[in-house]
Nanobody, 123 residues
C-alpha cells in the first residue's frame, strides 16, 4: 500500500510563492495520476491540479497561470509550485495518487491521500 507524505505548506503574504512536495512510498505496481486538492473552511474539497503518468496536466481555472504541477516518476514525487498567491488560496492542501496494485491476478486502482498541509495566505 502506498503512503503519501506532504511538505512545504506554511504562511505567506499575498503575492508570494510556496512549493509543495508529496512523496509516495510503499509497495505498488505503479502510480498513475497524481494530484493536489484543497479544502477551505466550510467548503468542499476541490481539485487544484493533476498530472498523469505520461505528464498530461489539468488545472482548476482559479489557479491557471499561477500554479504549476510537476512530477518526478523516479522518485514517485509530485510538486506544486504556487506563485502569485492570493488570500483565497488559503486551505489545507491534500496530495493524491492513484495506486495500481495486484491481488489474485487482478489489477486494482485505489486513490490514496495524504494527511494534508496547511497553506495560509495573508492579505
Amino acid at each position: 500500500q502506498v503512503q503519501l507524505a506532504e511538505s512545504g505548506g506554511g504562511l505567506v503574504q499575498a503575492g508570494g510563492s510556496l512549493r509543495l512536495s508529496c512523496a509516495a512510498s510503499g509497495t505498488t505496481l505503479r502510480i498513475e495520476s497524481m494530484g493536489w486538492y484543497r479544502q477551505a473552511p466550510g467548503k468542499d474539497r476541490e481539485l487544484v491540479a493533476t498530472v498523469s503518468g505520461t505528464g498530461n496536466t489539468k488545472y482548476a481555472d482559479s489557479v491557471k497561470g499561477r500554479f504549476t504541477i510537476s512530477r518526478d516518476n523516479a522518485k514517485n514525487t509530485v510538486y506544486l509550485q504556487m506563485n502569485s498567491l492570493k488570500p483565497e488560496d488559503t486551505a489545507v492542501y491534500y496530495c493524491s495518487a492513484d495506486d495500481v496494485w495486484e491481488s489474485d491476478g487482478l489489477y486494482h486502482t485505489t486513490s490514496r491521500w495524504g494527511q494534508g498541509t496547511q497553506v495560509t495566505v495573508s492579505s
